[in-house]
């Protein structure tokens, strides 16, 4: 296929989304007659934090100030043109974004030469997001292709104030003094962490005979999967830079769009403030708004159970907060507010056990205990529309309680590459694939 009509495709969707008015929201395809129908997909996403320490070094508490912050992500599934949701979820004043940019990635935080696009916003170069609030980007054409990284870039002329994040990254950010948005080399960019600020979704969209004839991904509609949870959904323990989280795998198996909506430390029960909203309340946020999605993997509980039992050893990290001792009735209560809300949206609910964790500072005598309990009840009460055994899949063959060291991190609690790997495989054969 020519470039000139690849670019012609590229425009006309642009256009048909434009005129339907669908960009500030997450719309499915255009309305009406005449417009090039646009099917978004959330391509990858991140759930927004509130301000912190973090587990690492990071930028948002000190926020931003006449700089320029690059952040390369992969996108799960390929388009013909692409939009950026942004988050002010915990700001407390506007937002300014003085001009933003996406391009394909090249190395680091440099870019392809040729592919930098500058979004607009309501048709204006700058923007505001609302304190608490989120904006899409409009619609740019850009051809990407399914596992391809993007880069997107935001210059923050004015002084943010304190950053809405996402803390824990597995990927470095970049940032650059001045306005470096449109750089295609990376020299200007001297400083990064392994965070991601104010960026917490890239949607694609594509007609259902452009996506298969460029092989962009091949699948169209609602087919996305978003993966729910803490620390083992964001996958700590996985090597940074290298897109080796549960989630990655399960794309790369799956050939679907699969968002990552973990957060490291998050609880079911209990807000934190270093590990985010209880799931129970981020849950329409992060999962239930995202466009394209047709199923939820749900992996959340050993930070209720164990936070309690680590409370009890010597010097608890102070993050360990709140650490109320939780029963598994609790949890399976909240695990069916979860289902009933997947389920009013038409989604298909997935409940996935609980992994091993003996040997870590969260596992005691009542952890065992209610751990256990969890797991029974999601292999056989029938209330998720299925199941997968991450449990038995990665417990080791001499200790089911422990994971298998062959998969295992060395905190004994979360898993290593090959674990995630194994947590993917036992996932997509659970979805059918």
């Given at each position: 296929m020519?470039?000139?009509?690849?670019?012609?495709?590229?425009?006309?969707l642009?256009?048909?989304?434009?005129?339907?008015?669908?960009?500030?929201?997450?719309?499915?395809?255009?309305?009406?007659?005449?417009?090039?129908?646009?099917?978004?997909?959330t391509a990858?996403?991140?759930?927004?934090?509130?301000?912190?320490t973090?587990?690492?070094?990071?930028?948002?508490?000190?926020?931003?100030?006449?700089?320029?912050?690059?952040?390369?992500?992969?996108?799960?599934?390929?388009?013909?043109?692409?939009?950026?949701?942004?988050?002010?979820?915990?700001?407390?004043?506007?937002?300014?974004?003085?001009?933003?940019?996406?391009?394909?990635?090249?190395?680091?935080?440099?870019?392809?030469?040729?592919?930098?696009?500058?979004?607009?916003?309501?048709?204006?170069?700058?923007?505001?997001?609302?304190?608490?609030g989120?904006?899409?980007?409009?619609?740019?054409?850009?051809?990407?292709?399914?596992?391809?990284?993007?880069?997107?870039?935001?210059?923050?002329?004015?002084?943010t104030?304190?950053?809405?994040?996402h803390?824990q990254g597995?990927?470095?950010?970049y940032?650059?003094?001045?306005?470096?948005?449109?750089?295609?080399?990376?020299?200007?960019?001297t400083?990064?962490?392994?965070?991601?600020?104010?960026?917490?979704?890239?949607?694609?969209g594509?007609?259902?005979?452009?996506?298969?004839?460029?092989?962009?991904?091949?699948?169209?509609g609602?087919?996305?999967?978003?993966?729910?949870?803490?620390?083992?959904?964001?996958?700590?323990?996985?090597?940074?830079?290298t897109?080796?989280?549960?989630?990655?795998?399960?794309?790369?198996?799956?050939?679907?769009?699969?968002?990552?909506?973990?957060?490291?430390?998050?609880?079911v029960?209990?807000?934190?403030?270093?590990?985010?909203?209880?799931?129970?309340?981020?849950?329409?946020?992060?999962?239930?708004?995202?466009?394209?999605?047709?199923?939820?993997?749900?992996?959340?509980?050993?930070?209720?159970?164990?936070?309690?039992?680590?409370?009890?050893?010597?010097?608890?990290?102070?993050?360990?907060?709140?650490?109320?001792?939780v029963s598994?009735?609790?949890?399976?209560?909240?695990?069916?507010?979860?289902?009933?809300?997947?389920?009013?949206?038409?989604?298909e609910?997935?409940?996935?056990t609980?992994?091993?964790?003996?040997?870590?500072?969260?596992?005691?005598?009542?952890?065992?205990?209610?751990?256990?309990?969890?797991n029974?009840?999601?292999?056989?009460?029938?209330?998720?529309?299925?199941?997968?055994?991450?449990?038995?899949?990665?417990a080791?063959?001499?200790?089911?309680?422990?994971?298998?060291?062959a998969?295992?991190?060395?905190?004994?609690?979360?898993?290593?590459?090959?674990?995630?790997?194994?947590?993917?495989?036992?996932?997509?054969?659970?979805?059918?694939h």
């Amino acid at each position: 296929m020519s470039a000139p009509y690849v670019s012609r495709i590229a425009a006309s969707l642009v256009a048909g989304a434009l005129a339907a008015g669908i960009l500030a929201g997450p719309g499915e395809a255009a309305p009406g007659g005449g417009a090039a129908p646009v099917a978004w997909s959330t391509a990858w996403g991140a759930s927004p934090q509130m301000p912190s320490t973090g587990f690492t070094p990071n930028w948002s508490q000190e926020g931003f100030s006449h700089q320029s912050v690059r952040q390369v992500v992969r996108a799960t599934k390929g388009g013909d043109v692409i939009r950026i949701r942004l988050s002010n979820a915990y700001g407390t004043s506007p937002l300014n974004i003085t001009g933003a940019t996406i391009a394909r990635t090249a190395q680091g935080a440099a870019v392809e030469k040729g592919s930098v696009r500058r979004l607009t916003f309501d048709g204006r170069g700058s923007a505001e997001v609302p304190a608490h609030g989120e904006l899409r980007s409009d619609a740019t054409g850009l051809r990407l292709k399914r596992l391809e990284s993007v880069t997107v870039t935001l210059y923050l002329a004015g002084t943010t104030g304190p950053a809405t994040f996402h803390s824990q990254g597995w990927a470095d950010t970049y940032r650059a003094d001045g306005d470096h948005r449109s750089d295609t080399a990376a020299r200007a960019y001297t400083s990064r962490t392994q965070s991601w600020y104010y960026l917490s979704g890239v949607e694609v969209g594509a007609s259902q005979g452009e996506a298969s004839a460029q092989g962009a991904g091949g699948r169209t509609g609602h087919d996305g999967i978003v993966v729910f949870g803490d620390s083992l959904t964001d996958g700590f323990g996985s090597t940074p830079r290298t897109n080796r989280r549960y989630s990655d795998a399960l794309a790369e198996l799956t050939g679907r769009p699969v968002v990552n909506a973990g957060i490291g430390g998050n609880l079911v029960l209990n807000d934190s403030a270093w590990y985010g909203e209880r799931a129970t309340a981020r849950f329409r946020r992060d999962v239930l708004d995202q466009p394209g999605i047709s199923t939820v993997v749900i992996l959340q509980g050993v930070n209720d159970i164990g936070f309690s039992e680590a409370a009890t050893r010597p010097d608890p990290p102070a993050t360990y907060k709140p650490a109320p001792t939780v029963s598994s009735r609790e949890l399976i209560a909240a695990y069916r507010e979860l289902i009933h809300a997947a389920h009013t949206r038409g989604l298909e609910a997935v409940g996935a056990t609980l992994l091993p964790f003996k040997g870590s500072d969260h596992w005691g005598p009542h952890a065992a205990r209610v751990s256990n309990e969890v797991n029974d009840w999601i292999r056989h009460a029938g209330e998720f529309d299925s199941y997968v055994d991450f449990d038995k899949a990665l417990a080791a063959p001499s200790d089911p309680d422990r994971l298998d060291p062959a998969y295992a991190d060395e905190d004994a609690l979360h898993p290593n590459d090959t674990g995630y790997r194994v947590m993917a495989g036992a996932a997509a054969r659970a979805l059918g694939h």
